[in-house]
């Protein structure tokens, strides 16, 4: 949902305090000020110094030519690029840098210990230029690296920056904390030979490699932190109320910290301040599962309670939902402002069930819009084991929006099989980062943004936008028009079919039941194959049962298909063509030397007993008056009424094709007449011009020419076509 350019928006060195009157687009000037004003190498470790994998594209930095896998990266760099403190060139073992003062100094890389998701930091260890002491400097999470830190060191410091940290959150600022630490020469030579043995150690290589980088980034100094600034993009609170009024539910799995997470969710208008936010925060799985089952007592209505449930709740409950908080303050309830939990830390099982929460279903008279959910990462791990992962899904059902806060990737990927799974539903999974990609395969249908965080993930995925806000047309629009002509497509595939297969049915009380066919073998196969393939080719590119403006300014038209709300068998269920296979059949009572009119509109397997009855007593009628009434040249017999059959199949298919069109155009009146001029007409002339074939019974030759120039011939077709087809 955000931009992904990044503008540095607040520091909290160690030369300087933290304003606490700053806004998300103020740039801390007094902190960049002091910042400016030290020497060079405490601006170079305060801005980041070595710990990224930042390159410059050349060595002009005037232009921030600059690029990186991170953009926060590329953001630090070029921020302290401002400030006089240049990278120049990068190596595999040296970095080039400029300090103002100092001027070009190289910096001996001694290794390099990357970031992982599960370590959620990385490292790099170097030689310091000046001091030849090895230095490790550490940036990373605050959740990690703060109980890293030296506990008999810089306490002081250590709770400022951590006030400064809870500041940039709440402002949606996405933070970042630097540390390092001195390592004698002998630690650093022990360390670094236990890292080559890991190195050659092809079986347990990353598992000795991770307990390595933990040995090493212990007892760490302070630095600073950062809050960088991640704007939304144009259209997002938009995009994300038209996709809730469809009907969908919008879950967000980030890895930013849970204020940060809670911040951007007020601005993209997921989360409203009359909503009441229920935090999940636990260290244990028992724990989860209890705060989850209070958290849905407070869901619960009022009356639906039984006395012994509502013994439960104390004063203090009951007193919050009826008084009204200031806006300021958030409406959270957690484990220490929520319910009296009785002895044992659990609420007795009858409770629950007095309420319904241990039912399948959730009550339907909750407000969704009333609530919403959100977990940090520490609880994250226990909601998806199986004693909690059922209660969770159903406090999820419950609450409008779900918030999940330091999500690693493979947490995404369990998180969308879980839902998958236990919901039984669709799911889409849209993210722009290389850590999206495990989600975006797991989904049902995945969704790739590319931009600044690389092409990983729309590489990955089924479709690709370049927006987030191109998500609301993606599938208000393009979805619905997938969903209506597939489902209008297939209707159609089905009933051309079963327009061929009744032909052969009626056509038995013609022939005696003898078997024989009523169009010739090539005819059968070209049906399909050629004669009605453009129709159906049209109806899925071109029809649109609504404009795209419409389906734009109503999100709500998007439920029609997601909860089978249209039914599609409508346009041309049985009942509606029972009167249709009635004139077809009277028609040819009139015509009778055309008894092998194609008469099968649709299945009949629901047909009325009255209209079947009938049919069957005219069948025989037919029959028998047609007999008398054959051609004279016996050479046409069979292949007269087989190529008669031909025609009226293709035309009555492509008839009720235009039936089905929603959005009648030129277009589609050209390729309608078109398909069967060219297609049929065309096809057959040729081929009864030339048509000695070895196919039985007879050969077709010059039958529809013969056919052509007999009245009864056209009067068959448009006559019978245009009854089935007057208003009734």
């Known amino acids: 949902m955000s931009k992904s350019k990044l503008a540095i928006g ?11 009157d700053l806004t998300p687009t103020t740039p801390d000037v007094d902190n960049w000020e002091a910042l400016s004003q030290a020497s060079s190498s405490t601006r170079w470790r305060n801005s980041n110094g070595p710990i990224h994998h930042v390159c410059p594209l050349s060595e002009n930095t005037l232009l921030n030519g600059y690029e990186s896998e991170s953009p926060d990266e590329v953001t630090l760099v070029k921020t302290a690029c401002k400030y006089g403190c240049k990278l120049l060139q990068r190596g595999l073992d040296f970095v080039i840098i400029w300090l103002p003062g100092d001027g070009l100094i190289r910096v001996e890389v001694l290794k390099m210990l990357p970031f992982v998701t599960t370590r959620k930091r990385m490292s790099i260890i170097i030689r310091h230029p000046n001091t030849d002491q090895i230095v490790l400097y550490c940036k990373g999470a605050d959740s990690v690296i703060l109980p890293l830190l030296d506990p008999h060191k810089g306490q002081a410091f250590k709770t400022s920056t951590d006030e400064c940290l809870r500041d940039y959150s709440r402002s949606g600022l996405r933070t970042l904390v630097m540390a390092k630490r001195v390592i004698s020469e002998s630690e650093y030579q022990k360390w670094s030979a236990q890292w080559t043995a890991a190195d050659n150690d092809y079986t347990n290589a990353e598992e000795l490699k991770y307990k390595l980088m933990e040995d090493i980034e212990v007892n760490l100094e302070l630095l600073g932190a950062t809050g960088i600034e991640d704007s939304l993009q144009d259209g997002v609170p938009d995009t994300i109320s038209a996709l809730r009024e469809a009907g969908m539910k919008v879950w967000v799995l980030t890895g930013d910290k849970e204020e940060t997470a809670t911040s951007i969710a007020y601005a993209a208008k997921l989360i409203t301040e009359e909503q009441r936010l229920f935090v999940l925060s636990a260290p244990n799985a028992e724990e989860t599962k209890c705060q989850l089952k209070k958290f849905m007592l407070e869901l619960m209505p009022r009356q639906g309670t039984t006395e012994s449930t509502s013994s439960c709740l104390d004063s203090s409950s009951v007193s919050r939902n009826t008084e009204v908080p200031s806006p300021s303050i958030r409406k959270k309830f957690s484990l220490n402002d929520s319910l009296v939990i009785p002895e044992g830390n659990d609420l007795p099982d009858v409770h629950f069930s007095a309420v319904s929460i241990l039912d399948n279903e959730v009550p339907v008279d909750i407000p969704q819009e009333s609530a919403a959910l959100i977990l940090d990462s520490t609880c994250l791990p226990f909601v998806l084991e199986d004693e909690v992962k059922e209660i969770f899904i159903k406090l999820a059902r419950m609450c ?4 999940c806060c330091r ?3 493979s947490q995404k990927a369990s998180i969308v099989e879980l839902v998958k799974r236990e919901l039984c539903v669709q799911t889409l999974a849209i993210g722009d980062g290389a850590n999206d990609v495990n989600m975006i395969q797991c989904a049902d249908v995945g969704i790739g943004i590319s931009g600044q965080e690389g092409m990983q993930a729309a590489m ?13 047309r993606l599938l208000l629009v393009h979805g619905h028009w997938c969903y209506d002509k597939l489902a209008r497509m297939a209707l159609y595939m089905f009933y051309k079919d079963s327009v061929y297969i009744f032909s052969l049915f009626w056509f038995q009380f013609f022939n005696g039941f003898s078997g024989s066919g009523h169009i010739d073998q090539l005819g059968q196969v070209m049906f399909n194959l050629i004669y009605t393939s453009i129709p159906p080719f049209i109806l899925g590119t071109l029809d649109n049962s609504l404009d795209d403006k419409t389906l734009m300014a109503n999100p709500k038209l998007y439920r029609t298909g997601r909860d089978s709300m249209v039914s599609y068998l409508c346009s041309l269920t049985s009942l509606p063509l029972f009167p249709e296979i009635f004139l077809h059949l009277f028609a040819d009572l009139q015509i009778a030397t055309l008894l092998v009119e194609h008469t099968g509109r649709h299945m009949a397997v629901a047909c009325d007993l009255l209209y079947t009855v009938h049919c069957l007593q005219r069948s025989q009628h037919w029959y028998k008056r047609a007999r008398n009434n054959m051609y004279e040249c016996p050479r046409l017999h069979l292949s007269r009424p087989r190529c008669v059959g031909d025609q009226v199949l293709c035309k009555f ?3 009720n094709l235009g039936r089905i069109f929603f959005k009648s ?14 297609l049929y007409l065309g096809f057959t002339m040729v081929y009864n011009a030339f048509g000695v074939t070895k196919l039985s019974p007879n050969p077709p030759y010059f039958v529809i020419f013969v056919l052509m120039g007999d009245a009864r011939f056209w009067l068959c077709m448009f006559v019978t076509s245009t009854l089935a087809l007057l208003p009734r």
């Open 653 to 655: 298919a492509r008839k």
């Open 10 to 20: 607040k520091s909290c060195p160690k030369i300087s305090t933290q304003p606490a």
């Open 665 to 678: 155009t030129f277009v589609h009146a050209i390729v309608y007449i078109g398909s069967y001029l060219i």
């Open 460 to 472: 990955a995925s089924d479709f690709a936008i370049t927006q987030f806000c191109h998500l609301k």
């Open 400 to 403: 409008s929006s779900v918030i």
């Open 407 to 409: 999500v690693t990737p």
